[in-house]
């Protein structure tokens, strides 16, 4: 029977080691070690959110903040290195979302399975 | 270089055959082969997930709500086999949490880093 810690421990550094995580690695140092592309992202970051716990909080987002999201997105999207790692942790969050798929099949499984047995 | 694919499926194989997993199945399936078991538990959960879902969207709970759902909890408590379940679900999000918390580190160093030296 496989450990399931020294399996999570090949898995962690199995993602260490992939092209996923060093290209993520990469463009996120060239953004943090460029003191403008930094501010902006952390601006980006900042701005976002800030809107996403007001929507959680179930309170009105006014036209104006939607307007200032929209600029410092379209700023971001501009600039070559912020754009790079926004593309880099899209392919990262992808590829946790698929490991996090596989893990938790067991407890779908015995969960899903009494849903349908239920219907 | 271990494959990210085949260290999850091995992951995966750990986790179902572990004593977390077999205990938390023969808890679910002992509950929900019990009819009246499954409808206390099945209400729990309801009530658990209106307010949670209420919370979230910044909406007022009332105090009959409140003292609702304190009762139901009283209820499945008091029902061994429920709280079995609600134990050996408890252990396993604990084990669930330890894994994902194992194969975040990559990310977590990554952006923890920059936030030390920001500071
Ligand atoms: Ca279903
Ligand atoms: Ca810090």
Redesign the interface.
Known sequence: ??????????????????EE?KG??SA?EAV?NDPSAKQMFENFRDTQMQLQEKQ????EITEEEVEKARSVVELVQQHEDISKLMEEEQR?NM??N??SQ??????EE??GS?EE?AE
Chains 1, 2 share one sequence.
């Open positions: 029977m496989p450990n399931i810690y020294d399996s999570a421990y090949d898995l962690e550094k199995a993602i260490r080691e992939s995580f993520l690695k996120f943090m959680m909080q179930g309170q990262l590829m946790i698929e490991i596989i893990i938790t099949k067991p407890l015995l969960y009494q047995a």
